[in-house]
């Protein structure tokens, strides 16, 4: 929202649909049937889209849900991208989820970051930002390690990095730490610079954006 006001653009990718229809339905364990996780999906992404829409009044949002299939297909592709061009172009944020009501295991998207980046990608962002749940890649697991530091800026991935990352995954699902540095690993030959922030903290999306301060870790070529 502060971005915004100060006129970038910003594109969300979010989660969040099944975990919030099985809020509703006051589940406790996500089903192992395709069909009914589709089905909480559906039932979600209404109150998803309203927590959305309440975080950022009077401030628009848009909802877009995509899968794999639609950005594998050159027209479908070009469509998505005049279509979310056009919502950001209007001043309002396009928020962006997989579209898991009708998704299954062939067509869905490992993760959402991988989700983010092809988005950015398709829309020639100058910046990714990967939400978590810890501040960044550490050295090692510091969940467990009192000696775990935070490597504060990257300008190569190789192995022993992604070493790093599958120790020092966050507990997040599908999106751990790996897939965050497959993906910065990915964005960077795009020129996209890719930071990985700890989501639960206030501030730093704009303390990065807006000042150059990175309290995360930072993926950025010389």
Known sequence: ??????GYEVLIVSSGAISSGMKKLNLNNKPDSMVEKRALSAIGQCYLMGAWIKAFDPIL??????????????ESKLKARETI??????????????????ADDEIKFSDND?????????VHANQL?????????????????????????????DNKIKSMAGESGSDNGLGGMLSKIIVAEEAMKHGIQTNILNGKKIGL????VRYGT???TEFKKD
């Open 1 to 6: 929202r502060s971005l915004y006001s100060l």
């Open 129 to 157: 930002i990967l939400l978590t749940d810890v501040d960044g890649l550490y050295s090692k697991d510091p969940k467990h390690n009192k000696d775990a530091r935070l490597i504060s800026q990257i300008k190569k991935i």
């Open 205 to 208: 999306i704009i303390s990065l």
């Open 85 to 102: 061009l056009k919502i950001i172009e209007k001043g309002i944020i396009p928020v962006i989820n997989e579209n898991d009501a009708i």
């Open 114 to 122: 991988q989700l983010a980046l092809m988005l950015a990608k398709l």
């Open 214 to 216: 990175n309290k995360g």
């Open 61 to 74: 949002v848009a909802q877009a849900l995509l899968t794999w299939k639609e950005l594998a297909d050159d």
